[in-house]
């Protein structure tokens, strides 16, 4: 089962805005994950935010977190065509949850050129 | 450093066969997790290899199984095939140890079609 849910579901926004993604999710995490995938293929890791950690910021991705409303952002700034994508948020319970990464439903990305 | 290699990439199986996908990860991790894509179902942890046992699994039945050899490598096995195991089979490996927080990283997938 899908612990997270993403909002929206599709996003779609002119080259050089901003987009930004929602997440939340269940039940106590260790770290939340973000990732990226293209037309069904492989997820590229983005960015990685520890339950303790508030904010964290990598290039053009600022992700922020809020353990209190279980909830989670991703804000891709100054966005390029070649941004377009899925989106997943994914969460570790850490403990005894050994190598399982529980994925949200994802959100869709269009950036138009 | 090479990334997560998963063969083969495109599969095309029938009802009632068995098939066989492998991962190799980067080099020095020792944990490999699988998963399995639906359009349905999303993704869904299928279950985790480390040091050759098998330390997590997901709720799937008995008909997928997996291994992990001394070198890493992983492979996922999948018998009596039915339609709905149709589906994008991802692996993804992670270094195990202090502070390195289950960060996994991804190969390209495993496309199988039942037929």
Not at chain 2, 23 to 40: A, E, K, L, M, N
Request: charged share 15%.
């Amino acid at each position: 089962s899908q612990q997270g849910e993403e909002d929206p579901q599709a996003l779609s926004i002119q080259e050089g805005e901003n987009a930004t993604m929602n997440c939340s999710y269940k039940t106590s995490i260790n770290n939340l994950q973000w990732y990226r995938q293209n037309s069904g293929r492989g997820l590229v890791h983005l960015i990685l935010i520890r339950s303790n950690e508030r904010e964290k910021h990598s290039g053009r991705l600022r992700v922020t977190l809020d353990t209190s409303k279980k909830s989670s952002s991703l804000l891709i700034t100054a966005s390029r065509a070649a941004d377009t994508a899925s989106y997943f948020c994914a969460t570790d319970g850490g403990g005894t949850s050994y190598g399982k990464l529980t994925f949200g439903q994802g959100t869709i990305l269009t950036v138009h050129p | 450093k090479a990334g997560v290699t998963q063969t083969p990439r495109y599969l095309i199986k029938t009802r009632g066969q068995q098939v066989t996908l492998s991962c190799s990860p980067i080099s020095g991790h020792r944990s490999v997790s699988w998963y399995q894509q639906t359009p349905g179902q999303g993704l869904q942890f299928l279950f985790e290899y480390f040091s050759e046992t098998q330390r997590n699994k997901g709720n799937f039945p008995g008909r997928f199984s997996g291994r992990q050899f001394s070198n890493s490598r992983s492979e996922m096995n999948v018998s009596t095939l039915e339609l709905g195991d149709s589906a994008l089979y991802l692996c993804a490996s992670s270094l195990v140890g202090v502070l390195t927080y289950n960060e996994q990283f991804f190969g390209p997938g495993t496309r199988l079609t039942v037929l």
